[in-house]
């Protein structure tokens, strides 16, 4: 027996002050699953996520959620429903299942969906569970686009991504960099977009004095014991692998200046990351494969009238 089902989904995102609008939406009122975004009020540098399910999407989160305490630190909703209407509580209760494993595993915020409770969702026929699971999929690649990549583990230099087959975007590895500068003496791999120093690395722990750019940002790894003293007082080492926004804050860091990054992290030939990077980027990129015509067309919007919250 061989069973297809095509749904037609919808993935919103409503600012919490404006959530009321959502009744002149007509899809928010059939059943969905939804993520509750916002600032840890006990830690406003890390980010709060509940997840939910429900049969009326508009009143769950207008009529309860807006008046509900535990749900204040919210500043934005993400609401996934189907427009045909294909969504059950059954599979919405999977979705939220699978979404708080997915979040819980990722670690990269607070849940704050009480603990217990994921063992109680019913088990689906095995057609749905396929269809929950393309819908799991195009979510997980729709999200960081949206600006939300609490479902996503932190990519590691330490694991090879293609490995992580539960992963709908692989992570693109670069060569290890170095860097040895003024008695600081790094490794560096960018993955999946991201660019890692690893650990045991060794930075200066005495900056220049005309240091300004990303000068706080180390006091904080310090802060953290992600940088150590060295038994000399001259160095700092890196005691785990420590993620940089670009690498130029990763190369300030490490040498304890105003550097630039592109051109002092280097290749064990002598090729700089910014030549490696121009190189990457005029690669030609493989056809995309065809979408199985079974998997769910996916739709990202915002409900008119609505703005982006900033």
Do not use: C
């Amino acid at each position: 027996m061989a069973e297809f089902t095509t749904l037609y989904l919808q993935v919103l995102v409503v600012p919490m002050r404006q959530i009321e609008r959502l009744k002149d939406w007509a899809e928010t009122q059939p059943t969905g699953a939804y993520f509750l975004i916002g600032p840890d009020p006990e830690d406003p540098d890390q980010k709060r996520v509940y997840v939910g399910e429900t049969e009326d999407v508009l009143r769950r989160l207008a009529k309860q959620h807006a008046n509900d305490e535990s749900k204040d630190f919210a500043t934005h909703a993400v609401v996934i429903i189907s427009k045909d209407e294909n969504l059950t509580k059954a599979h919405v209760v999977y979705l939220e299942r699978e979404f708080q494993i997915l979040a819980q595993k990722a670690a990269k915020v607070k849940m704050a969906n009480p603990p217990g409770g994921l063992e109680n969702a019913k088990r689906l026929p095995r057609p749905d569970i396929a269809d929950m699971q393309f819908v799991i999929k195009h979510v997980r690649m729709i999200l960081p686009v949206l600006g939300f990549d609490f479902l996503e583990p932190k990519p590691s230099p330490t694991k090879d991504p293609s490995e992580d087959t539960a992963n709908p975007i692989r992570a693109a590895r670069s060569p290890i960099f170095h860097f040895s500068m003024a008695g600081a003496d790094a490794l560096a791999q960018e993955v999946g977009g991201s660019f890692f120093v690893l650990k045991w690395s060794k930075a200066r722990a005495i900056g220049n004095p005309s240091w300004t750019a990303y000068r706080k940002l180390r006091d904080e790894l310090v802060s953290k014991k992600l940088l150590v003293p060295d038994p000399t007082g001259l160095l700092l080492t890196f005691d785990d692998n420590v993620e940089f926004s670009s690498p130029s804050a990763a190369a300030a860091v490490v040498y304890g200046g105003n550097i630039n990054g592109p051109i002092n992290w280097k290749t064990e030939d002598g090729t700089t990351y910014k030549s490696w990077l121009n190189a990457e980027s005029s690669t030609p990129a493989g056809e995309a494969a065809a979408a199985d015509e079974a998997e769910p067309s996916m739709e990202t919007q915002q409900p008119a009238g609505l703005t982006n919250g900033n």
